[in-house]
Nanobody
Framework: EVRLAESGGGLVQPGGSLKLSCVAS????????IFWVRQAPGKGLEWVSV????????YYADSVKGRFTISRDIAENTVYLQMNSLRTEETGMYYC????????RGQGTQVTVSA
């Protein structure tokens, strides 16, 4: 069974940092492409970043470029999202997913950016 499990969320002040983790398990055909998506209160899912299965090619939404970094530890089956200079409007649930739309995602981890 394919499973994604996020962790690392919490409360942080504006300008602060958090590092999210996504443990991916149950894959039998190599390392999957993993997306990070988020959902602010009352809004839809928003694609944030992706790390591809081969070569560690990464892409970012314009809104997070230069502040967020996606990476993976293949041995630990874990994908990370380092988030710096966080803004209040980035409060929401953060999910790792197998697709950019977030249809196949984990349970999520809450990020709250507030003074």
């Amino acid at each position: 069974e394919v499973r994604l499990a996020e962790s690392g969320g919490g409360l942080v002040q504006p300008g602060g940092s958090l590092k999210l983790s996504c443990v991916a398990s149950g894959f039998t055909l190599g390392t999957p492409t993993i997306f990070w998506v988020r959902q602010a209160p009352g809004k839809g899912l928003e694609w944030v970043s992706v790390i591809h299965s081969g070569g560690d090619i990464t892409y970012y939404a314009d809104s997070v470029k230069g502040r967020f970094t996606i990476s993976r530890d293949i041995a630990e089956n874990t994908v990370y999202l380092q988030m710096n200079s966080l803004r209040t409007e980035e409060t929401g649930m953060y999910y790792c997913a197998l697709d950019s739309g977030g249809d196949r995602r984990g349970q999520g981890t809450q990020v709250t950016v507030s003074a």
